[in-house]
């Protein structure tokens, strides 16, 4: 029974991993549609295309058994992303500076 539990460690090692990125791909998924409805006037064209191509294969990753294949498709979304959470970034820091001045800036961040 014990050497059964050791022969079986590593495949149930490998689904639990694969569950895990699953999950998390499943969430990034979710957040990134989200966003671009929600912001779609900060999307340009080569941003989203990028964006939904990523998507696309990550989606296709998650079908498979390869839990390191979709971590390395999360960050292929990231990084086909990042202009776009650079601009979402950008808009709510200077949404949130609007009107204040320097001084009051610096305390808020404790400089």
């Known amino acids: 029974m014990l050497l059964d539990s050791f022969e079986h460690a590593k495949d ?23 966003a671009f409805v929600t912001d779609a006037a900060l999307l340009d064209d080569e941003v989203r295309a990028a964006g939904e191509a990523a998507m696309s294969d990550l989606e296709a990753a998650m079908a498979g058994s390869d839990h390191l294949a979709v971590r390395a498709k999360i960050e292929a979304l990231d990084l086909a992303t990042k202009p776009f959470a650079q601009l979402r970034m950008n808009r709510a820091i200077a949404a949130q500076l609007h009107g204040v001045s320097l001084d009051e800036a610096a305390r808020k961040v404790g400089a």
């Open 12 to 34: 149930d090692l490998a689904r639990r991993n694969l569950a895990v990125e699953r999950v998390e791909a499943e969430r990034i998924l979710a957040a990134t549609r989200r």
